[in-house]
T-cell receptor, first 112, second 115 residues
């Protein structure tokens, strides 16, 4: 069974520091990787996607992908209290071009 | 542009009752999805649709049914509600399939309790 694993947290980070969120996946042939942010009681919203090995930067956010080790990470620089949320990792497996396999999410708390 | 809308926001059902969760999108997306999210868990795909008249099962379809008669609407039907269906239900849509790297846009969710 294809799985996506995340540390549930909570991960507590001081304001202004770098928050590092990690995700591992079981399907070696997975094609695309997504990070969604979900505030409490709200719906998920896309932060970033990545599909090639290496880093992808967008403002304060950097996604890192290592297919050989089967992990993807999200770095948040200069963390703000508004970044406090649950971050969901989602992976598109090789044998399906419609389905995303979702991790349970990591709860991030930014302390002022 | 309202995006993806869902009704109702909250609902309490008794065991054995039935209901329909409504989902509408105004972005002309061909692809639509229904997920459920249990506390502390990731999203589980219930059903999806790649266009009007075309639907297919996801990971957890048992106890649910869908239809897609128009591009805009994708209702989810619960028959004979059971406590195991207590969850938050999200409808989502996208321009292409998830593997096409396009963003899925989510509705605000329906919080369903079955007692």
């Amino acid at each position: 069974q294809k799985e996506v694993e995340q540390n549930s947290g909570p991960l507590s980070v001081p304001e202004g520091a770098i928050a590092s969120l990690n995700c591992t996946y079981s399907d070696r042939g997975s094609q695309s990787f997504f990070w969604y942010r979900q505030y409490s009681g709200k719906s998920p919203e896309l932060i970033m996607f990545i599909y090639s090995n290496g880093d992808k930067e967008d403002g304060r956010f950097t996604a890192q992908l290592n297919k050989a080790s089967q992990y993807v990470s999200l770095l948040i620089r200069d963390s703000q209290p508004s970044d406090s949320a649950t971050y969901l990792c989602a992976v598109n497996p090789m044998d399906s071009n419609y389905q995303l396999i979702w991790g349970a999410g990591t709860k991030l708390i930014i302390k002022p | 542009n309202a995006g993806v809308t869902q009704t109702p926001k909250f609902r309490i059902l008794k065991i054995g009752q039935s209901m329909t969760l409504q989902c509408t999108q105004d972005m002309n997306h061909n692809y639509m999805y229904w997920y459920r999210q249990d506390p502390g868990m990731g999203l589980k795909l219930i059903y999806y649709s790649v266009g009007a008249g075309i639907t297919d099962k996801g990971e957890v379809p048992n106890g649910y049914n869908v239809s897609r008669s128009t591009t805009e609407d994708f209702p989810l039907r619960l028959e004979l509600a059971a406590p195991s269906q207590t969850s938050v239900y999200f409808c989502a849509s996208s321009y292409t399939l998830a593997g096409g790297q396009d963003e899925q846009y989510f509705g605000p969710g329906t919080r369903l309790t079955v007692t």
